[in-house]
């Protein structure tokens, strides 16, 4: 039986774990990352990590592209996620509407976690989400992919927004801490407007 790979996190990203799919074969984040006009996906660590040192683990984010994608998981394929907060979609974006539908089972069946998902696909999430509602415990993120045009408002069925700005934009109040130190992009309520200087 084919299960979902969950990677370690590095970085600010340290002490959390994420289920993560492929970014190089993602047809959305190719065109987003070869798009005119200078948005933050031009700049993807992500791409740019799995392109060179970080390429070994292509194949098991490859894995779970081809897992989470394909068909709905059974119970028996959902991991049992034992941490508090826990974070979708580290590399990579949503696929389709089957990939969407895998992450909210697997937060039905961990109730005891908190998840985040940050997603520039709000086309996805507006169809899956007409059909089914989104458990308490999965903090949905709209992912702003112009730099420097912070979107205060959150679209439809989104807990929150996330902005890169350059470094000297005002109004940053994600500057560098861990995330697990922080939590704000994991906590209902509170700050709803995240802002980040992109590097």
Same mark, same amino acid.
């Given at each position: 039986?084919? !299960?979902? =790979?969950? %990677?370690?996190?590095?970085?600010?990203? =340290?002490?959390?774990?994420?289920?993560?799919?492929?970014?190089?074969?993602?047809?959305?984040?190719?065109? =987003?990352?070869?798009?005119?006009? &200078?948005?933050?996906?031009?700049? $993807?660590?992500?791409?740019?990590?799995?392109?060179?040192?970080?390429?070994?683990?292509?194949?098991?984010?490859?894995?779970?592209?081809?897992?989470?994608?394909?068909?709905?998981?059974?119970?028996?394929?959902?991991?049992?996620?034992?941490?508090?907060?826990?974070?979708?979609?580290?590399?990579?974006?949503?696929?389709?509407?089957?990939?969407? =539908?895998?992450?909210?089972?697997?937060?039905?069946?961990?109730? &005891? $976690? !908190?998840?985040?998902?940050?997603?520039?696909?709000?086309?996805?999430?507006?169809?899956?989400?007409?059909?089914? %509602?989104?458990?308490?415990?999965?903090?949905?993120?709209?992912?702003? %992919?112009?730099?420097? +045009?912070?979107?205060? +408002?959150?679209?439809?069925?989104?807990?929150?927004?996330?902005?890169?700005?350059?470094?000297?934009?005002?109004?940053?109040? $994600? !500057?560098?801490?861990?995330?697990?130190? $922080?939590? @704000?992009?994991?906590?209902?309520?509170?700050?709803?407007?995240?802002?980040? @200087?992109?590097?």
């Amino acid at each position: 039986m084919q !299960t979902v =790979q969950i %990677s370690k996190m590095t970085g600010k990203l =340290q002490g959390l774990h994420s289920i993560s799919t492929n970014t190089l074969t993602n047809q959305f984040c190719i065109k =987003q990352n070869n798009a005119d006009g &200078g948005g933050i996906c031009t700049k $993807c660590y992500s791409v740019s990590m799995l392109s060179t040192f970080r390429k070994s683990a292509a194949p098991a984010l490859q894995r779970n592209s081809d897992l989470l994608a394909r068909e709905l998981l059974t119970d028996r394929q959902v991991p049992f996620i034992n941490a508090s907060i826990f974070r979708f979609s580290a590399h990579g974006e949503l696929i389709n509407e089957i990939h969407l =539908q895998n992450l909210i089972r697997i937060a039905e069946l961990n109730q &005891g $976690c !908190t998840f985040a998902l940050w997603t520039k696909r709000k086309d996805i999430v507006n169809k899956v989400l007409a059909r089914q %509602s989104k458990p308490a415990n999965l903090i949905l993120i709209f992912s702003n %992919s112009v730099i420097d +045009k912070v979107i205060n +408002k959150k679209p439809l069925h989104f807990d929150k927004t996330f902005n890169n700005v350059s470094k000297h934009h005002e109004g940053q109040n $994600c !500057t560098g801490q861990r995330c697990i130190d $922080c939590r @704000a992009c994991y906590t209902h309520g509170g700050t709803d407007t995240i802002i980040e @200087a992109f590097k």
